[in-house]
């Protein structure tokens, strides 16, 4: 892995930096390959940087791309309030990854932000031509529009995971709103996946309302019920139980059929996500529908 | 009505649910349980799929071979192939999912009263594994044993349940005797029941030609004779025949690699988009190419056999030298041909293909050789110095596909270079390619045959084949010989000089 040494205070010096550390990385003095999928843009407060580098690491070795991590942190703000202080300092490093097909490059520009607004203008200039941009939104969703809003006008898919947030509140709100412009992927939806399928093969209850159990995160559990009442246009009362994965439904009293155990990691759901381009109606309708739920 | 709009009425629940298909309970039956083929591919598949979650959940696996051997002893068996050539690590959980439905008879089905065993042991695990009748028999016995198996399990029709017949090559070793297995085959299993495999088609790379031809709009409107001055399929190995001399013998390079793989790969390049991509558009456009295939004359042809030389920088002993083979054989390692498709599209454009034993590297590749361009407007020392694009197809090994282009050297003249563009496979997507095996065992289970051979094209080509050997007969003493290590006989290089070209190097 090579990294830059010095702090990159502007788009130039991190581009050259990176074509500097792309020449001097390789196999047998071969430049590394530079086919690329997609860049990802992740939003990365300082609770959640521990996990992120951890499903960056995974990551690399699935889907070659650009990462850009845009860290905010509340004590650089403060050191550097004086006007004349660089508004942000990047870091990039490159890591050659050794395959079958020989040396290709995940690339990861670290950008500690003094303040979120301008994010967007930092990343626009960074983000590979022609392909897709996918925003990892950790966290909840902010209520104020800066950077959020920016930062979504320039990405294709928004992939969020309502496992990180506290409560079904404001940031559905956001979320709804998001639908109209881009596409939108919740990595706990996609945890739910064999449970829907489960319970879809189970086949459809009959009546126009239906009663759900299920023991798992709070939130998860919340879509899952949502999910079954858009589908079946029915009222859906759920009854929770609180664990750290989904682990027991049931609908109408009839307990479903445990799906096969599936442990994914979280750099294999996210790189599940990053093959997605499409919209998800039935997500989004699902997400529409938590407030109908009736706990 | 769309499939969500179906999934919509019928379940609104299945709809957005689609994800990867999974096959119908089913019983697999291998033939050839306890030999290579089963060890070194099918077990070591069976376990990928296992392991991406692709089997059904109700899923058995019977082995029968002649060998005498338990259950237990199988599953040890293989257990002990998955850990040698699994290309995943090894997961407890994976394995005792598969081995819990995997069974062993032992039967030579040589004659009818053999398969009693067979069936009684199917019917048993079929109940306890909930399979519905459902039936997948693989062959991966040698051709002498085939029909005496055929003929054995063209008889069990399961009450309600599907059946599907996996063959393996060789498909006969000329045209009569494909022919004759076709027939042996139709007369007891319906075509759409059987799944002929060619496994350069299960290959990603190959899949992707038809993705590269038919989903990128820039690459068609050139694909044909007025754009495309030549184009090269080779399929060069560097290893020689091993152990396998008596099998080698009686099959060589035209047989082996040529009727099957080499032609598979031509049709590709040349058929005509299919008016969707179902099993028997795309092979009735595959046939159209084999029909349209001029017979190639005896100057079109060039047959060699390795002698001694270095490869890798080991000295290997020559041909008739290896173990099994002849001292006089006259058995080629090495084909070439120029091969031209006589239709509206490729009139003229020849196609040169070479496959071989003991050449000077391991590599398979197609490459697409465009015209030049019709004018350089630029003060060069020699034409040559912007060389045709080529577009270059890499099957194995580093799969990807390459695009020379011409540059300018940076500088005050004009100086031109020719430049690759490189999308190699594991560069832009996963590093782990599934293995040939995994998709057309899982495609057989979900009865997509798509990519497997159908009874005409096998039949086409064994058609050219013989053409081809004919012309041997004529003239027996046009086996030329070739260095280990070298990139075939020299005649090889004589038949595409003679058109102002030259073979790919590397
Ligand atoms: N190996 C490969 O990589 C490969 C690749 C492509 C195609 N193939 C084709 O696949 C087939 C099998 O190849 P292989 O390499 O696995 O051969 P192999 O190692 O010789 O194994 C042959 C298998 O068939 C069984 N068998 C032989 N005669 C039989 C008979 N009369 N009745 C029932 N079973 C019989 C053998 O049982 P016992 O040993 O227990 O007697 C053994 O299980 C061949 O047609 C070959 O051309 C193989």
């Known amino acids: 892995?090579?990294?830059?040494?010095?702090?990159?205070?502007?788009?130039?010096?991190?581009?050259?930096?990176?074509?500097?550390?792309?020449?001097?990385?390789?196999?047998?003095?071969?430049?590394?390959?530079?086919?690329?999928?997609?860049?990802?843009?992740?939003?990365?407060?300082p609770q959640?940087?521990?996990?992120?580098?951890?499903?960056?690491?995974?990551?690399?070795?699935?889907?070659?791309?650009?990462?850009?991590?845009?860290?905010?942190?509340?004590?650089?703000?403060?050191?550097?309030?004086?006007?004349?202080?660089?508004?942000?300092?990047?870091?990039?490093?490159?890591?050659?990854?050794?395959?079958?097909?020989?040396?290709?490059?995940?690339?990861?520009?670290?950008?500690?932000?003094?303040?979120?607004?301008?994010?967007?203008?930092?990343?626009?200039?960074?983000?590979?031509?022609?392909?897709?941009?996918?925003?990892?939104?950790?966290?909840?969703?902010?209520e104020d529009a800066e950077p959020f809003g920016a930062l979504l006008g320039v990405a294709d898919r928004l992939i969020i995971d309502s496992?990180?947030?506290?409560?079904?509140?404001?940031?559905?709100?956001?979320?709804?709103?998001?639908?109209?412009?881009?596409?939108?992927?919740?990595?706990?939806?996609?945890?739910?996946?064999?449970?829907?399928?489960?319970?879809?093969?189970?086949?459809?209850?009959?009546?126009?309302?239906?009663?759900?159990?299920?023991?798992?995160?709070?939130?998860?559990?919340?879509?899952?019920?949502?999910?079954?009442?858009?589908?079946?246009?029915?009222?859906?009362?759920?009854?929770?139980?609180?664990?750290?994965?989904?682990?027991?439904?049931?609908?109408?009293?009839?307990?479903?059929?445990?799906?096969?155990?599936?442990?994914?990691?979280?750099?294999?759901?996210?790189?599940?996500?990053?093959?997605?381009?499409?919209?998800?109606?039935?997500?989004?309708?699902?997400?529409?529908a938590l407030s109908s739920v009736t706990i | 009505m769309t499939e969500s709009q179906l999934a919509d009425d019928a379940n609104p629940l299945l709809a957005g649910l689609a994800g990867p298909r999974t096959p119908d309970p089913c019983a697999l039956v291998i033939f050839g349980a306890s030999g290579d083929l089963s060890r070194r591919k099918l077990l070591p598949a069976l376990y990928a799929l296992a392991r991406n979650g692709l089997l059904p959940d109700a899923f058995a696996v019977l082995g029968v071979g002649r060998t005498e051997m338990t259950d237990a002893g199988f599953q040890a068996h293989m257990r002990g192939a998955i850990e040698q050539h699994g290309r995943f690590a090894f997961d407890e959980d994976v394995w005792r999912?598969?081995?819990?439905?995997?069974?062993?008879?032992?039967?030579?089905?040589?004659?009818?009263?053999?398969?009693?065993?067979?069936?009684?042991?199917?019917?048993?695990?079929?109940?306890?594994?909930?399979?519905?009748?459902?039936?997948?028999?693989?062959?991966?016995?040698?051709?002498?044993?085939?029909?005496?198996?055929?003929?054995?399990?063209?008889?069990?029709?399961?009450?309600?349940g599907w059946r599907r017949l996996i063959v393996e090559k060789p498909l006969g070793h000329d045209l009569a005797s494909a022919r004759q297995l076709n027939a042996f085959v139709l007369e007891r299993f319906f075509e759409s029941e059987v799944f002929r495999i060619d496994h350069y088609l299960g290959k990603e790379t190959v899949q992707n030609l038809a993705v590269l031809r038919f989903a990128n709009g820039i690459f068609e409107p050139v694909w044909n004779r007025q754009f495309i001055d030549h184009v090269q399929i080779t399929a060069a190995e560097s290893i020689g025949i091993g152990s396998r001399g008596a099998f080698y013998e009686h099959t060589g390079a035209t047989r082996d690699i040529f009727q099957n793989h080499l032609l598979q790969l031509l049709a590709l390049t040349a058929m005509e988009p299919a008016a969707d991509f179902t099993a028997d558009a795309v092979r009735n456009e595959k046939v159209k190419v084999f029909k349209s295939l001029d017979r190639p004359g005896l100057e079109q042809l060039v047959?060699?056999?390795?002698?001694?030389?270095?490869?890798?920088?080991?000295?290997?002993?020559?041909?008739?030298?290896?173990?099994?083979?002849?001292?006089?054989?006259?058995?080629?390692?090495?084909?070439?041909?120029?091969?031209?498709?006589?239709?509206?599209?490729?009139?003229?454009?020849?196609?040169?293909?070479?496959?071989?034993k003991r050449l000077a590297r391991q590599e398979t590749t197609i490459a697409i050789q465009f015209k030049r361009a019709p004018h350089l407007p630029f003060a060069l020392d020699s034409d040559d110095d912007a060389r045709p694009n080529v577009l270059l197809i890499h099957i194995q090994p580093d799969e990807g596909v390459s695009m020379t282009l011409n540059a300018k050297v940076p500088g005050y003249g004009?100086?031109?270079?020719?430049?690759?563009?490189?999308?190699?496979?594991?560069?832009?997507?996963?590093?782990?390619?599934?293995?040939?095996?995994?998709?057309?065992?899982?495609?057989?289970?979900?009865?997509?045959?798509?990519?497997?051979?159908?009874?005409?094209?096998?039949?086409?080509?064994?058609?050219?084949?013989?053409?081809?050997?004919?012309?041997?007969q004529a003239d027996p003493d046009g086996l030329a010989g070739y260095v280990a290590g070298s990139w075939g006989p020299s005649n090889a290089d004589a038949l595409i000089h003679g058109d102002n070209r030259s073979w790919r190097r590397h």
């Open chain 1, 163 to 288: 496992r990180e947030w506290a409560g079904p509140g404001a940031g559905y709100a956001a979320l709804r709103a998001a639908f109209g412009e881009v596409a939108v992927s919740d990595i706990s939806w996609r945890r739910l996946e064999p449970w829907r399928r489960a319970v879809a093969e189970q086949g459809r209850p009959a009546g126009p309302s239906v009663r759900m159990a299920v023991d798992g995160p709070a939130l998860e559990a919340r879509l899952l019920a949502a999910w079954l009442g858009s589908r079946l246009r029915a009222h859906v009362t759920l009854e929770h139980r609180e664990d750290e994965h989904v682990t027991r439904v049931a609908v109408d009293d009839e307990p479903i059929r445990q799906p096969r155990r599936t442990h994914r990691s979280s750099s294999a759901l996210l790189s599940g996500e990053l093959n997605q381009l499409n919209r998800d109606p039935i997500y989004e309708e699902a997400a529409c």
């Open chain 1, 1 to 45: 892995m090579a990294a830059s040494l010095t702090e990159l205070h502007t788009v130039a010096e991190v581009r050259s930096e990176l074509s500097r550390l792309r020449d001097d990385t390789g196999r047998e003095g071969q430049p590394v390959g530079r086919t690329s999928l997609l860049t990802l843009v992740a939003w990365v407060p």
């Open chain 2, 97 to 160: 999912e598969l081995a819990a439905g995997m069974r062993y008879v032992a039967a030579g089905l040589d004659d009818e009263s053999a398969g009693g065993p067979v069936t009684d042991a199917l019917k048993a695990l079929e109940r306890e594994r909930g399979t519905a009748g459902n039936r997948v028999f693989y062959l991966a016995v040698p051709p002498a044993a085939m029909e005496d198996v055929v003929a054995a399990i063209g008889t069990w029709r399961p009450a309600g």
């Open chain 2, 414 to 472: 004009v100086t031109i270079r020719g430049v690759n563009m490189d999308f190699a496979y594991g560069g832009a997507f996963r590093t782990d390619l599934p293995e040939a095996y995994e998709r057309l065992i899982l495609d057989a289970l979900l009865g997509d045959a798509i990519l497997f051979t159908r009874a005409d094209e096998v039949e086409e080509q064994w058609a050219l084949v013989d053409a081809i050997r004919a012309h041997w």
């Open chain 2, 303 to 356: 047959r060699g056999q390795y002698g001694p030389g270095f490869v890798e920088g080991g000295e290997v002993r020559g041909y008739r030298e290896e173990e099994e083979v002849a001292s006089e054989s006259v058995t080629e390692t090495y084909f070439a041909a120029k091969l031209y498709v006589d239709n509206w599209r490729w009139a003229g454009t020849p196609f040169y293909v070479r496959c071989g």
């Open chain 1, 48 to 142: 959640w940087q521990e996990a992120a580098g951890s499903t960056l690491e995974g990551l690399a070795h699935e889907q070659p791309s650009r990462a850009i991590l845009l860290m905010p942190r509340a004590e650089i703000a403060a050191e550097r309030s004086h006007a004349d202080a660089p508004p942000w300092s990047a870091q990039v490093t490159l890591r050659a990854i050794d395959g079958a097909a020989g040396c290709v490059a995940a690339e990861v520009v670290t950008i500690d932000l003094a303040r979120a607004a301008g994010a967007a203008s930092i990343v626009l200039p960074l983000v590979r031509s022609d392909l897709p941009v996918f925003l990892r939104w950790r966290g909840p969703l902010p």
